[in-house]
């Protein structure tokens, strides 16, 4: 293949589009254990390609039909939305009803553990006595549930019918319920494989932020701190940003003021509240015999 020749990072880029080939391969859930006749030719059905065409199409669709709502809305409009919101959920449904029966729910296997020559009972009450025993050993496992796209599905589709056919009246916190429609969206992933690399890596990479959002929020806590002492920030008098809401009075508001300004809203007018000084503060002199100066630390801040 000529590979013998490649440099280092002609090796490295062969590499990298391997791997990522890899991935890109549409992958072919495992067939079901026993299956045979119109199961096996369901399973078969939803494996192909076209199929997900399809259902990709129908995906689209409700997204953009679910990006048409409006506030207010006319009557034609409530009751056409209430019409194609079951039609949708009847198509999801029927999917996870036929995806489930044909990759199967629940199955179990019994291997044998004992050693080459163990006499080992037959029947049921035998199999029964021998795993007892430790000479079988049985394991239980879900085709359908054990990909986590399948849960997700499963997952998203239980709420749009709990949404359009149980709490169709509901008030209060049930009907936030509703919201989670929404998720609907997110069944594109799975669909596009470039999209589901992306999500891969971000749940692969999960540990690395959660410990870097650990290390910022640290070292915001330091400052907030710092910054909420009596003779920083404290009770410099209230500004643009800073007010009874937004200030150093203790570290926990600090921190809340600090990340905000991480975020790059405001942060200007803060720093410019921080470092107000006289005639617009009130500063504590010998002869203004006041409890503390609420004025700010211009090169501090």
Same mark, same amino acid.
């Given at each position: 293949? &000529?590979?013998?020749?490649?440099?280092?990072?002609?090796?490295?880029?062969?590499?990298?589009?391997?791997?990522?080939?890899?991935?890109?391969?549409?992958?072919?859930?495992?067939?079901?254990?026993?299956?045979?006749?119109?199961?096996?030719?369901?399973?078969?059905?939803?494996?192909?390609?076209?199929?997900?065409?399809?259902?990709?199409?129908?995906?689209?669709?409700?997204?953009?039909?679910?990006?048409?709502?409006?506030?207010?809305?006319?009557?034609?409009?409530?009751?056409?939305?209430?019409?194609?919101?079951?039609?949708?959920?009847?198509?999801?449904?029927?999917?996870?009803?036929?995806?489930?029966?044909?990759?199967?729910?629940?199955?179990?296997?019994?291997?044998?553990?004992?050693?080459? &020559?163990?006499?080992?009972?037959?029947?049921?009450? &035998?199999?029964?006595?021998?795993?007892?025993?430790?000479?079988?050993?049985?394991?239980?496992?879900?085709?359908?549930?054990?990909?986590?796209?399948?849960?997700?599905?499963?997952?998203?589709?239980?709420?749009?019918?709990?949404?359009?056919?149980?709490?169709?009246?509901?008030?209060?916190?049930?009907?936030?319920?509703?919201?989670?429609?929404?998720?609907?969206?997110?069944?594109?992933?799975?669909?596009?494989?470039?999209?589901?690399?992306?999500?891969?890596?971000?749940?692969?990479?999960?540990?690395?932020?959660?410990?870097?959002?650990?290390?910022?929020?640290?070292?915001?806590?330091?400052?907030?701190?710092?910054?909420?002492?009596?003779?920083?920030?404290?009770?410099?008098?209230?500004?643009?940003?800073?007010?009874?809401?937004?200030?150093?009075?203790?570290?926990?508001?600090?921190?809340?003021?600090?990340?905000?300004?991480?975020? &790059?809203?405001?942060?200007?007018?803060?720093?410019?509240?921080?470092?107000?000084?006289?005639?617009?503060?009130?500063?504590?002199?010998?002869?203004?015999?006041?409890?503390?100066?609420?004025?700010?630390?211009?090169?501090?801040?």
């Amino acid at each position: 293949s &000529g590979s013998a020749l490649y440099t280092d990072h002609q090796r490295t880029w062969w590499a990298t589009q391997k791997t990522l080939g890899d991935f890109l391969k549409p992958k072919k859930a495992p067939s079901p254990p026993n299956a045979w006749g119109g199961r096996l030719l369901l399973y078969e059905f939803l494996q192909r390609e076209d199929y997900d065409q399809v259902m990709m199409f129908v995906i689209i669709v409700n997204t953009a039909w679910m990006a048409t709502e409006h506030f207010p809305s006319g009557e034609v409009y409530n009751q056409l939305k209430v019409y194609v919101d079951n039609i949708f959920v009847t198509v999801y449904f029927a999917e996870l009803l036929a995806k489930m029966y044909s990759f199967g729910v629940f199955y179990y296997e019994i291997c044998t553990t004992a050693p080459e &020559g163990t006499p080992l009972s037959e029947g049921f009450l &035998g199999t029964f006595i021998d795993l007892i025993k430790g000479n079988k050993q049985v394991t239980f496992f879900s085709p359908f549930f054990r990909d986590s796209w399948n849960c997700f599905d499963w997952v998203v589709v239980m709420f749009s019918v709990l949404n359009s056919w149980i709490l169709t009246d509901a008030e209060g916190p049930m009907a936030q319920v509703k919201l989670l429609r929404v998720l609907r969206a997110f069944r594109l992933v799975k669909k596009f494989k470039t999209l589901e690399i992306m999500v891969q890596t971000l749940a692969g990479a999960t540990t690395a932020i959660i410990s870097a959002l650990f290390f910022l929020v640290i070292w915001i806590f330091v400052f907030a701190t710092i910054m909420s002492d009596k003779q920083m920030f404290r009770h410099v008098r209230s500004g643009k940003v800073i007010n009874d809401r937004w200030n150093f009075e203790d570290p926990i508001s600090g921190m809340m003021l600090l990340f905000r300004a991480a975020t &790059g809203d405001a942060w200007f007018d803060a720093i410019a509240d921080c470092a107000v000084q006289p005639p617009f503060c009130t500063l504590k002199t010998d002869e203004l015999d006041i409890e503390y100066s609420d004025c700010g630390q211009g090169a501090l801040s």
